[in-house]
């Protein structure tokens, strides 16, 4: 079993500040992430969102698990109704105002992967290329 994590680093041009308010902001969030009903960066705070491929959609449950303001965010992820779960962390790093951001998604391999090929490895590791390389970077450069 693969237990090694999805890390995917991307530095953009941006301030470390416009960074953790991109994935920190609910209201920035949404433009580059998923739409949340509700979103604080704070410890122990829950929030969900609906999602997946080809129109099928699962209720991803989350909450805070780490929150240090313009360094780190992490928080678990797991799916409605099914065993598993996961903890995602975005990691921002000033490179003389540039941000580096390292984001890590580890403990897929708790997901029923051979049951729904929807939370097989590659797919999470297509969604996050797409979020960091593309979305995010969109976001903050345009």
């Not at 739409?35 to 699962?58: H, T």
């Not at 965010?73 to 109704?81: M, Q």
């Not at 951001?101 to 996050?128: C, I, Q, R, S, Y």
């Amino acid at each position: 079993m693969d237990t090694t994590p999805i890390i995917i680093e991307k530095t953009y041009d941006a301030s470390v500040n416009t960074v953790w308010e991109a994935i920190s902001d609910r209201d920035k969030m949404k433009q580059w992430y998923f739409v949340l009903e509700a979103f604080k960066p704070e410890v122990g705070f829950e929030f969900n969102f609906s999602g997946g491929p080809d129109g099928r959609m699962y209720l991803h449950l989350c909450k805070i698990t780490e929150s240090v303001p313009g360094k780190k965010l992490a928080y678990s992820w797991r799916y409605d109704g099914y065993p598993g779960i996961s903890v995602v962390s975005f990691e921002l790093f000033d490179e003389g105002g540039k941000t580096r951001v390292k984001l890590t998604h580890e403990g897929l391999e708790t997901f029923p992967e051979t049951e729904h090929k929807d939370f097989a490895k590659e797919n999470f590791v297509g969604g996050w290329t797409y979020f960091i390389d593309k979305a995010l970077k969109e976001y903050l450069e345009k």
